[in-house]
Nanobody
């Protein structure tokens, strides 16, 4: 049904920036992408919310990324973006795209972000 395709992960030095993208594709007719967002999971830790944005434009951020990360979405393209600035080593994790729709909750396969100090 819905496939979330992520891109933009990689290796960056501390203080640098990365931009993640996630596009919903597949048989998406009739789907309402009420929320789109990013979670992350570091080794040995639980998956945690990084940021999410709702169809009306309101946003939530983890306290640890406020002021450094910015989430945005293009509703026409069913795509969500995460601009990550001033990256820290503790931001190293697998980042997963997520969407909450009128037909269920969906996850991407994840993209690795590694910040070297």
């Amino acid at each position: 049904q819905v496939r979330l395709v992520e891109s933009g992960g990689g290796l960056v030095q501390a203080g640098g920036s990365l931009r993640l993208s996630c596009a919903a594709s597949g048989s998406i007719f009739g789907f309402n992408f009420n929320s789109m967002g990013w979670y992350r999971q570091a080794p040995g830790k639980e998956r945690e919310l990084v940021a999410r944005i709702f169809s009306g434009g309101s946003t939530n951020y983890a306290d640890s990324v406020k002021g450094r990360f910015t989430i945005s979405r293009d509703n026409a393209k069913n795509t969500v973006y995460l601009q990550m600035n001033s990256l820290k080593s503790e931001d190293t994790a697998v980042y997963y795209c997520n969407t909450g729709t009128n037909r269920g909750n969906y996850w991407g396969q994840g993209t690795q972000v590694t910040v070297s100090s």
